[in-house]
């Protein structure tokens, strides 16, 4: 290389080399693992396209996204998580004036070591989803000026499949939505109509995604079921549903009257023990009516209960960010659906370190869990800046809408389904990353470069 040549050509080959890497690393969990990381929800998942009916909280469209990578073991699926996620990386650091390969490289070899990241993209599951479409909503909404046609397209198509993929990223991209209309007044010009209109149309087109993927399949023109069964299991965790039976069961007849007293102290163990009330009464089909009407019932029944019991539900999912919940060998229909339909790939899923209970992630937590505490705590510090000084500039805005669906996973995931640490990491790396794009922004904004503030395609 001549020593007068650009510094971008000097840097081109080091940067695409430290990308590719990043490409790899970001699913090494799945290689050392030697097959597709696996929840206890994957089952669910994959036997959509074979079974051909609708079954509480799986998304038809995820269970596609899965069939269409079988025959590679699934690590087509693996490979699109990872390429997706670094072109969302690239096109964020893009827009915001930090576009440089080795940054982006940085940065994402950052996240992986410290967040979730890695274990997400290396999951048969829709978490990672979550996160990026995050992402690819606010640069569709925020930044539509500085993309190409093309980008605009992807990223639209992109988030109305994420959406599709699970009701709750589904509920924090709408209320994201619904927020920048109501706050539109107050944010010009750093939104607009028509860029909040595109990302409006993309939720939209998620939900008529979903519906016509559902009808597909099993001939239903219909949402995925499963809403009152799983707000009814929070309910029952917080005392209210004991308290509603204990008080109508000698007007009302219900089929759980019976069994007041012996209610498990979990939603996790009345939906999904073996030998739990629920299987008894017939599961979702033969309660899903049942649980409803008192999950109906107890809102004004108990109003303030209710009130009291879904901020704290909030404020308990918000703290929830541990790595790892649900990766581990107790995972027992997923691994039916796979002997199932997947016979093949059978010994292969057998032998992977999962199944042999290899995986621990006590370590891998003390770093992530404090690590995403600070990020989320030092969203509050930049928002708090942007309203001493009055403004808000891109990295604001970025990190007020992070917070904001933060704010909606936790009480969507907490209050419908009850906290878990799984819904928490899964939006917590993108904490993380605001707060690594602030620190680059300062950086560069000490040594300012033509190619940082190069426009977007």
Not at 299 to 321: D, F, G, K, R, S
């Amino acid at each position: 290389m001549p020593a007068g040549a650009p510094a971008a050509s000097r840097w081109a080959l080091p940067g695409f080399l430290a990308v590719a890497a990043v490409a790899v690393l970001l699913i090494t969990p799945a290689i050392w693992n030697g097959y597709p990381l696996l929840q206890y929800d994957t089952g669910g998942y994959l036997a959509r396209w074979y079974e051909g009916y609708l079954v509480p909280s799986r998304s038809t469209v995820y269970g596609l996204y899965l069939h269409f990578g079988e025959r590679s073991y699934f690590w087509l699926n693996l490979a699109f998580q990872s390429v997706v996620t670094l072109w969302v990386l690239h096109l964020t650091l893009r827009v915001l004036g930090l576009a440089r390969p080795l940054r982006l490289a940085r940065i994402a070899l950052i996240l992986i070591l410290t967040t979730a990241l890695p274990w997400l993209a290396s999951m048969l599951i829709t978490d990672i989803f979550a996160g990026l479409a995050v992402l690819t909503l606010f640069l569709l909404v925020a930044h539509g000026d500085r993309l190409s046609r093309t980008e605009k397209i992807a990223l639209f198509a992109f988030t109305a499949f994420a959406a599709a993929t699970h009701s709750a990223t589904f509920g924090v991209l709408f209320g994201l939505c619904v927020a920048g209309w109501v706050l539109l007044p107050w944010l010009r010009p750093r939104l607009t109509a028509s860029g909040l209109m595109q990302g409006s149309v993309a939720v939209a087109v998620s939900a008529a995604l979903l519906v016509a993927a559902n009808y597909a399949l099993s001939g239903q023109l219909a949402w995925t079921p499963g809403g009152p069964g799983v707000t009814f299991g929070r309910m029952m965790q917080d005392g209210i549903v004991a308290r509603y039976l204990n008080d109508h069961c000698d007007t009302i007849k219900l089929k759980l009257c019976p069994y007041r007293n012996q209610l498990p102290a979990t939603a996790d163990e009345f939906l999904w023990a073996n030998d739990s009330i629920f299987n008894k009464l017939g599961r979702f089909e033969g309660m899903d009516e049942e649980m409803g009407f008192i999950a109906a019932q107890s809102l004004t029944a108990y109003p303030l209960w209710q009130i009291e019991a879904a901020l704290m539900a909030t404020a308990t999912q918000l703290h929830m960010v541990g790595t790892g919940e649900g990766t581990n060998g107790w995972i027992p229909h997923t691994y039916g659906i796979i002997e199932r339909y997947l016979p093949t790939q059978t010994a292969a899923m057998r032998a992977a370190h999962q199944q042999h209970w290899d995986i621990n992630f006590t370590p891998i937590n003390w770093v992530h869990v404090p690590v995403a505490l600070v990020s989320m705590l030092l969203l509050v510090v930049l928002l708090g800046r942007a309203l001493w000084r009055r403004r808000l500039d891109d990295i604001d805005l970025l990190a007020a809408t992070v917070a904001l669906a933060l704010l909606g996973n936790a009480f969507l995931c907490g209050v419908i389904s009850g906290p878990h640490d799984r819904y928490g990491a899964r939006m917590a790396w993108i904490a993380v990353l605001v707060v690594l794009i602030a620190i680059e922004r300062f950086r560069a904004g000490k040594t300012p470069s033509a190619k940082d503030r190069e426009p977007a395609p």
